[in-house]
């Protein structure tokens, strides 16, 4: 089976999708399959995907100013998505994708629905909100249009939590088609860690005998960096690692708090391994990969009190709490005392049976066997004619207004003569004194300037051409005008004035 994934970003770059999608394409590589994954050509401090015969990764360029600017993880793909996407859904068996409104996903399970091809959305986030109400409402509007096509087009939808699971029914119309199913998490790499290899990550750190707890992710506001900072105590020490800027790392350091550069997956076992306790008091989340890592490692993890979270009220080890300082103080000081005091066997939550990872959701989602005829529905009929309107509009639109453009141009230089049309940008008298030299001076004089004014001047001196445009102060004080400084009827037209006064004519 060839499978099909995409995503908006893919290690390097370091976030929670990355690392699970990489873990599917994994599990679905180590099953037989051929995997195919798209995204955008994001760098970071991670590490490349290792290659594999059966596993193409492709890399459309994008632009990324959305993340770099506004901490908005949302590149902004090339034209070369389209047919790149195109190309892949048709020699894709099934099609993953990850986020509802990222520009590959709606693509991709519009093409799927079109070739007959199963298709799968998992979305991470849900309705986000963003320090700037612009940002959270352009999200809610794509949502409501990108969104909603990728959710109609899919044939099954994933949701992490409660709040994303009902805005998934929402958009798709079919709460039939929506199934709730936790984060996987490969056992082989987050497990618990003995006595000796806890003692030895510590080591490896540098940590003395003091309690630490740890937040791993990028260190955005949203991840409830604050919180954590105002709830830091001589009980413990706050631990910070993932991407950040350098007012985020300056705003930890000067609360006395450890930050420790990003790191790759691989190397996030040995952190929980040495960490005490795992917190993340966080808003605007799925249900954070990190957390699931650090409860596989037997870390006891403390997050935000969200309804959200509703399905993992159960999950042992894991603890909630108001995301309020005092509130996140009290409940660490309580999970220090009963951390420090247990085995690391005891630490160890009593996970659930060891999944296949990722391959398991399609096989739980998706009859994954034959093809299936295309079905046809009034969204997708829609979607395609806005986008052939919008080909055909731009492609009548761009040599239509580029030589409507032109022709306008051309007949404004014709009216308003050269000398006004060059220098539109200048005031009235501007225009006028110069529209009176291209039409009284001859082509074989010149014309004295004082005052110098550059930018009507500079201008001016093209279009006088072959006339010459020469400061009069240039020349020696008593030397007559001699060809070519011969002016025309025995005078000498002389443009003065200054920034102020503007320019005058006068003739000499």
């Known amino acids: 089976m060839h499978v099909l994934l995409t995503s908006h970003h893919a290690p390097p770059h370091i976030g929670g999708v990355e690392n699970l999608v990489l873990a599917e394409a994994k599990a679905l590589l180590a099953a037989g399959h051929r995997v195919t994954w798209i995204t955008s050509d994001s760098q970071g401090a991670g590490q490349e995907p290792p290659p594999h015969e059966r596993f193409e990764l492709v890399r459309v360029p994008a632009l990324h100013w959305p993340e770099r600017w506004f901490g908005i993880a949302y590149p902004l793909f090339a034209p070369s998505l389209l047919w790149r996407t195109w190309r892949a859904v048709a020699a894709a068996d099934v099609v993953h994708v990850h986020g509802l409104v990222f520009p590959a996903s709606p693509l991709a399970c519009l093409f799927a629905r079109l070739a007959g091809k199963w298709s799968v959305c998992t979305d991470h986030g849900g309705l986000l909100q963003y320090r700037w109400s612009v940002g959270t409402m352009f999200l809610r509007l794509l949502f409501a249009t990108v969104g909603r096509i990728t959710a109609r087009c899919a044939d099954r939808l994933v949701a992490y939590n409660r709040e994303v699971e009902a805005l998934q029914q929402r958009l798709c119309g079919d709460a039939a088609k929506v199934a709730f199913v936790a984060n996987p998490v490969d056992p082989t790499v987050f497990r618990p860690a003995t006595a000796e290899q806890r003692a030895a990550a510590r080591r490896d750190l540098g940590w003395d005998d003091a309690p630490r707890v740890l937040l791993v992710g990028r260190l955005l506001p949203h991840k409830g960096i604050d919180v954590l900072l105002e709830a830091s105590d001589p009980a413990y020490r706050l631990v910070f690692c993932g991407p950040a800027d350098d007012a985020m790392r300056a705003r930890i350091a000067a609360r006395g708090a450890e930050c420790l550069p990003p790191r790759p997956q691989h190397e996030l076992p040995a952190l929980y391994h040495a960490a005490d306790v795992f917190a993340l008091p966080s808003y605007n989340e799925g249900f954070p990969v ?43 000081r309580d999970l220090m005392r009963s951390a420090r005091g247990a085995a690391p066997a005891e630490r160890a939550p009593a996970a659930a049976p060891a999944d296949d990872a990722a391959g398991s959701w399609l096989r739980a989602l998706l009859p994954l066997a034959g093809e299936r005829t295309v079905r046809w529905s009034w969204l997708v009929v829609a979607a395609l004619f806005a986008f052939g309107l919008h080909l055909v509009f731009s492609a009548v639109r761009w040599p239509v207004g580029a030589i409507g453009k032109r022709a306008s141009s051309i007949a404004s230089y014709r009216h308003d003569g050269p000398a006004a049309w060059h220098l539109r940008h200048y005031d009235d008298e501007t225009r006028r004194i110069a529209a009176w030299l291209v039409a009284e001076v001859p082509h074989d004089r010149c014309v004295l300037v004082r005052g110098f004014r550059p930018g009507a001047l500079q201008l001016l001196a093209p279009l006088l051409h072959p006339r010459l445009l020469v400061d009069v102060d240039l020349l020696a004080a008593r030397t007559p005008p001699v060809p070519p400084f011969t002016a025309a009827d025995g005078s000498v037209p002389i443009v003065v004035g200054s920034q102020a006064d503007g320019l005058r004519l006068e003739r000499r």
């Open 290 to 332: 990190v957390l699931q890592e650090a409860l596989a490692c037997g870390l006891p993890s403390l997050t935000s009190d969200h309804p959200a979270y509703a399905p993992y009220r159960d999950t042992p080890g894991l603890h909630f709490c108001a995301p309020r300082p005092e509130a996140v103080r009290a409940r660490l």
